[in-house]
């Protein structure tokens, strides 16, 4: 069963650098033709489609968030990592990382992680 893990902080401060990764087990990221994906939630609205990894190490971004974001990987431990350059409070959301993404969407989802911007 693959289970992707999201991890990092909580709380950032405004105009800072928000920094997550997430963790895979039960499967590959180089795994062909697979991409993992980040995703969030802001409180009461919808899901929010960041951008993505492809298993050959591309990456795809939501062209509304595409300047502010960066998708990395380390395959050595089988993560991927997102960031989001100057937050605001209106980044204040629940991330998720999934395998998928767009159009085929996302199979396999971590728990989610809330990041709050705040100061």
């Known amino acids: 069963q693959v289970q992707p893990q999201e991890s990092g902080p909580g709380l950032v401060k405004p105009s800072q650098t928000l920094s997550l990764t997430c963790t895979v087990s039960g499967g590959s990221i180089t795994t062909s033709y697979y991409a993992w994906s980040w995703i969030r939630q802001p409180p009461g609205k919808g899901l929010e489609w960041m951008g993505v990894?492809?298993?050959?190490?591309?990456?795809y971004y939501s062209p509304s968030l595409e300047s502010r974001t960066s998708i990395s990987r380390d395959t050595s431990k089988n993560q991927f990592s997102l960031q989001l350059s100057s937050v605001t409070p209106e980044d204040t959301a629940v991330y998720y990382c999934?395998?998928?993404?767009?159009?085929?969407?996302?199979?396999?989802w971590g728990k989610g992680t809330l990041v709050t911007v705040s100061s």
């Open positions: 999934a395998r998928g993404g767009p159009p085929d969407g996302m199979d396999y």
């Open positions: 990894i492809a298993y050959d190490g591309s990456t």
